[in-house]
């Protein structure tokens, strides 16, 4: 049976792992959430160590192919396991899911960095939704995590919580902290969008982080093209 690795840590890599069959399918995590939802089947939690590690990784677990469907913001490691897939003569795809488009009614501005998003919102009471690793750059709003920022960010207050979200309930949380502002990566997906319907119902700009460039390779949008790629193209070997 062949070895597929899914990097994961995403909706889309749980759907995957749980959508692949005829395969060994190691899900990998990074171990950065406490609780992490686990998919189905086998799943490792922790870094490789870099390049070098991910190579032996492949070798020593005999990986026939890797799928990376880790958030499109994680850029290191889509990084790395280009280059250690290209090394080790591993086909690698990335599965990223599209992006999210700005509607009629959608007041948002793009910029290229969080630290980028934290200058556009100075002053204004923000809703912070960009996770808890870049959350030093603001110094005031309220943020929400799924763990808590460590060590604190002064000045910004934490909710915990994770999606999916609903828009009445968005919509009541933005009016209950009064936000002036919605911050936000480009993620994408279902999980997390109702918080952009809510700020267009309400009015509310809305500053969105772009996307990291795709390196340039394999990429599908969905599980489902991701299981034929498996099953019939590259990935079959
Ligand atoms: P990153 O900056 O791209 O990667 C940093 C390091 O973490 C990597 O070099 C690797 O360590 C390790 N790593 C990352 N993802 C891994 C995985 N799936 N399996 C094993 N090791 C992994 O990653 P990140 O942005 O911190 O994201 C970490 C995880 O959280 C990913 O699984 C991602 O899908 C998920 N996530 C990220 C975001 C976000 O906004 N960035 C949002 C939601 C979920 P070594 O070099 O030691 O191998």
Same mark, same amino acid.
């Given at each position: 049976?062949?070895?597929?690795?899914?990097?994961?840590?995403? #909706?889309?890599? $749980?759907?995957?792992?749980?959508?692949?069959?005829?395969?060994?399918?190691?899900?990998? %995590?990074?171990?950065?959430?406490?609780?992490?939802?686990?998919?189905?089947?086998?799943? =490792?939690?922790?870094?490789?160590?870099?390049?070098?590690?991910?190579?032996?990784?492949?070798? =020593?677990?005999?990986?026939?192919?890797?799928?990376?469907?880790?958030? !499109?913001?994680? +850029?290191?490691?889509?990084?790395? &396991? =280009? &280059?250690?897939?290209?090394?080790?003569?591993?086909?690698?795809?990335?599965?990223?899911? !599209?992006?999210?488009?700005?509607?009629?009614? /959608?007041?948002?501005?793009?910029?290229?960095?969080? &630290?980028?998003?934290?200058?556009?919102?100075?002053? =204004?009471?923000?809703?912070?939704?960009?996770? $808890?690793?870049?959350?030093?750059?603001?110094?005031?709003?309220?943020?929400?995590?799924? /763990?808590?920022?460590?060590? !604190?960010?002064?000045?910004? $207050?934490?909710?915990? /919580?994770? #999606?999916?979200?609903?828009?009445? #309930? +968005?919509?009541?949380?933005?009016?209950?902290?009064?936000?002036?502002?919605?911050?936000? @990566?480009?993620?994408?997906?279902?999980?997390?969008?109702? @918080?952009?319907? &809510?700020?267009?119902? %309400?009015?509310?700009?809305?500053?969105?982080?772009? $996307?990291? !460039?795709?390196? /340039?390779?394999?990429?599908?949008?969905?599980?489902? +093209?991701?299981?034929?790629?498996?099953?019939?193209?590259?990935?079959?070997?």
């Amino acid at each position: 049976m062949r070895t597929v690795l899914l990097l994961g840590g995403t #909706g889309e890599g $749980r759907a995957l792992a749980a959508a692949l069959t005829g395969f060994r399918v190691v899900s990998s %995590l990074a171990g950065r959430v406490s609780a992490p939802r686990l998919p189905v089947g086998e799943v =490792r939690i922790g870094g490789f160590g870099g390049v070098d590690g991910l190579v032996d990784h492949l070798a =020593r677990e005999r990986v026939d192919a890797v799928v990376d469907a880790t958030h !499109p913001f994680a +850029e290191r490691i889509t990084a790395n &396991a =280009r &280059a250690a897939c290209a090394r080790a003569r591993v086909p690698f795809l990335v599965l990223r899911r !599209p992006g999210w488009t700005e509607r009629p009614g /959608d007041r948002w501005q793009w910029v290229a960095s969080v &630290a980028e998003a934290a200058a556009a919102v100075a002053g =204004r009471r923000a809703f912070i939704t960009t996770g $808890r690793q870049e959350l030093a750059h603001f110094t005031a709003g309220v943020a929400r995590t799924v /763990d808590p920022p460590d060590p !604190p960010v002064p000045g910004v $207050r934490v909710l915990l /919580d994770r #999606g999916p979200y609903t828009v009445d #309930g +968005e919509v009541a949380l933005l009016r209950e902290i009064r936000a002036e502002v919605l911050v936000t @990566k480009d993620s994408g997906g279902d999980m997390t969008a109702a @918080k952009l319907v &809510a700020a267009r119902h %309400l009015g509310l700009p809305v500053v969105v982080v772009r $996307r990291p !460039p795709l390196p /340039d390779v394999d990429v599908v949008g969905t599980v489902a +093209e991701a299981v034929e790629w498996l099953t019939r193209g590259s990935g079959a070997g």
